[in-house]
């Protein structure tokens, strides 16, 4: 990771607010995402979690108020897995829309025997089932170098062993001098400062 | 490991498009059978008279052409914005307007490269003249592509909505008239032995224009349906 993300914030959001369908989901909300912060943001169905990661990324960009600042690089894992079922898992992640970098062969093999998907790079994802797809998805942690990951429901269709290696790399990432922002129902089993970013008050330790 | 550099990535996912599109051949194969079945049932509508049917030949093949690309500018991007890729696409750090070239270069190999290599056969069916043939060809050749960046915009300002079918037609269908006028003049203009070069070069300019102004919108247009 960059030496210059110490020193300053990979993300910055500035006095945030949304209302949707007549009701308020955040208001005023303002924190920084420093290097080595784990963050969970909380909240029940329907508080606004995606809505606010979808301010935060970009993908919003129209309807609230307040303004994000994005000084570094983000890795973005949404909800839908990205992974074209007509294509094979090592072409999907070789050809992937974010553009991100351009992987060797034998890196992409690698980031996908960590999700647990050695043997099955070149069989049509199709033939793969839903906790495959994203698991396809989610070995561009592995090969990703952005300092910042933003990611929404990572556990979600993954096995318990899915979920065990996916904290090691979460906390990897963290301790390597990246920060992680995530939603999820499930409580994080780390041994790592986990940060709560409430809707309604910001970022608690 | 380093980011690739735009024309990589450009010629990248122009990769990812065609290998989509050659492991799905129906949709490939789609519009040329469209195009073969309207073609079939002209002569059984108008009458089998050669003379008739060769005076036809020019208008009859732009308006399929155009039909034929309207069916399928729709998909461009609706299973992109299904499974997430586009969010991805609309993230990267690549710009926009040469990534959204990429997807048009694609859907116009697929469609009109493909359509304006096998126009000859179509207008033998009609009984175009053999010496207007050269001049469908090239005419569909670059009105085609000017049809691509024109539906790419309605394709993605409708991405969003789940039957957005009907409505790109009314969006883009205005779009296309200046193509089909030119277009078949073109052809006609060959059949009666005038120059078709004034026509073709006035398709060639729209599709620089098209070119540069195309792509704006379709970014535009991609963003405000990710956003809704």
Same mark, same amino acid.
């Given at each position: 990771?960059?030496?210059?993300?110490?020193?300053s914030?990979?993300?910055?959001a !500035?006095?945030?607010?949304?209302?949707?369908?007549g009701r308020?989901l955040?208001r !005023?909300?303002?924190f920084e995402?420093?290097?080595?912060?784990?963050?969970?943001?909380?909240?029940s169905?329907g508080?606004? *979690?995606?809505?606010?990661?979808?301010?935060?990324?970009?993908?919003?960009?129209?309807?609230?108020?307040?303004?994000? $600042?994005?000084?570094?690089?983000?890795?973005?894992?949404?909800?839908?897995?990205?992974? *074209?079922?007509?294509?094979?898992?090592?072409e999907?992640?070789?050809?992937?829309?974010?553009?991100?970098g351009?992987?060797?062969? $034998?890196?992409?093999e690698?980031?996908?025997?960590?999700?647990?998907?050695?043997?099955?790079? @070149?069989?049509p994802?199709h033939?793969?089932?839903?906790?495959?797809?994203?698991?396809?998805n989610?070995?561009?942690?592995?090969?990703?170098s952005?300092?910042?990951?933003?990611? !929404?429901?990572p556990?979600a269709?993954?096995?318990?062993?899915?979920?065990?290696?996916?904290?090691?790399?979460?906390?990897q990432?963290?301790?390597?001098g990246?920060?992680?922002?995530?939603?999820?129902?499930?409580?994080?089993q780390? !041994?790592?400062?986990?940060? *709560?970013?409430?809707l @309604?008050?910001?970022?608690?330790? | 490991?380093?980011?690739?550099?735009?024309?990589?990535?450009?010629?990248?996912?122009?990769?990812?498009q065609?290998?989509?599109?050659?492991?799905?051949? =129906?949709?490939?194969?789609n519009p040329?059978?469209?195009?073969?079945?309207? =073609?079939?049932?002209?002569p059984?509508? %108008?009458?089998?008279?050669?003379?008739?049917?060769a005076?036809?030949?020019?208008?009859?093949?732009?308006?399929?052409?155009?039909?034929?690309?309207?069916?399928?500018?729709?998909?461009v991007?609706?299973?992109?914005?299904?499974?997430?890729?586009l969010?991805?696409?609309?993230?990267?750090p690549q710009?926009?307007?040469l990534?959204?070239l990429?997807?048009i270069?694609?859907?116009?190999?697929?469609?009109? #490269? #493909? %359509?304006?290599?096998?126009?000859?056969v179509?207008?033998l069916? #009609?009984n175009?003249?053999?010496?207007?043939?050269?001049t %469908?060809a090239?005419?569909?050749?670059?009105?085609?592509?000017?049809?691509s960046?024109?539906?790419?915009?309605?394709?993605?300002?409708?991405?969003g909505?789940?039957?957005g079918?009907?409505?790109?037609?009314?969006?883009? #269908?205005?779009?296309?008239m200046?193509?089909?006028?030119?277009g078949?003049?073109?052809v006609?203009g060959?059949?009666?032995?005038?120059?078709?070069?004034?026509?073709?070069?006035?398709?060639g300019?729209?599709?620089?224009l098209?070119i540069a102004?195309?792509?704006?919108?379709?970014a535009?247009?991609?963003?405000?349906? =990710?956003?809704?």
């Amino acid at each position: 990771m960059t030496d210059t993300a110490h020193s300053s914030p990979l993300l910055v959001a !500035d006095s945030l607010s949304l209302t949707r369908g007549g009701r308020e989901l955040f208001r !005023d909300l303002s924190f920084e995402i420093n290097a080595g912060q784990l963050v969970q943001l909380e909240g029940s169905n329907g508080a606004g *979690k995606t809505s606010l990661i979808r301010i935060l990324v970009g993908l919003s960009r129209y309807g609230f108020d307040g303004t994000v $600042t994005r000084p570094a690089p983000i890795l973005y894992l949404g909800h839908l897995p990205g992974v *074209k079922a007509m294509l094979s898992p090592r072409e999907n992640l070789a050809w992937h829309a974010s553009g991100e970098g351009t992987y060797s062969d $034998t890196a992409i093999e690698q980031a996908l025997q960590q999700v647990g998907l050695y043997g099955y790079e @070149d069989v049509p994802s199709h033939a793969l089932s839903a906790g495959q797809h994203r698991r396809v998805n989610l070995a561009r942690l592995y090969l990703s170098s952005c300092p910042l990951w933003v990611l !929404d429901e990572p556990f979600a269709a993954i096995d318990k062993s899915g979920v065990s290696a996916l904290e090691a790399q979460l906390l990897q990432h963290v301790s390597c001098g990246g920060a992680v922002v995530m939603t999820s129902h499930q409580a994080l089993q780390v !041994d790592y400062t986990l940060e *709560k970013l409430r809707l @309604d008050g910001g970022i608690v330790s | 490991m380093s980011a690739p550099g735009s024309l990589q990535f450009c010629r990248r996912l122009l990769r990812r498009q065609l290998t989509l599109a050659v492991r799905r051949p =129906v949709e490939i194969g789609n519009p040329l059978l469209f195009f073969t079945m309207v =073609v079939a049932l002209f002569p059984l509508g %108008l009458g089998p008279a050669p003379d008739k049917l060769a005076d036809f030949a020019p208008g009859i093949l732009w308006i399929i052409a155009l039909l034929s690309n309207l069916l399928t500018s729709d998909a461009v991007f609706r299973s992109d914005f299904e499974d997430g890729s586009l969010e991805q696409l609309l993230l990267s750090p690549q710009p926009l307007y040469l990534t959204v070239l990429a997807y048009i270069g694609a859907h116009w190999l697929i469609t009109g #490269l #493909l %359509l304006a290599l096998i126009c000859p056969v179509f207008a033998l069916m #009609l009984n175009l003249p053999a010496s207007a043939i050269a001049t %469908l060809a090239l005419s569909l050749l670059l009105g085609t592509a000017l049809l691509s960046l024109l539906g790419c915009i309605g394709a993605a300002l409708t991405v969003g909505l789940k039957r957005g079918g009907m409505l790109i037609s009314l969006l883009i #269908l205005p779009l296309y008239m200046p193509v089909l006028i030119f277009g078949s003049a073109a052809v006609k203009g060959a059949v009666v032995g005038s120059p078709a070069g004034p026509y073709l070069a006035i398709i060639g300019a729209m599709v620089c224009l098209a070119i540069a102004l195309a792509p704006l919108a379709i970014a535009a247009g991609l963003r405000i349906s =990710v956003d809704a």
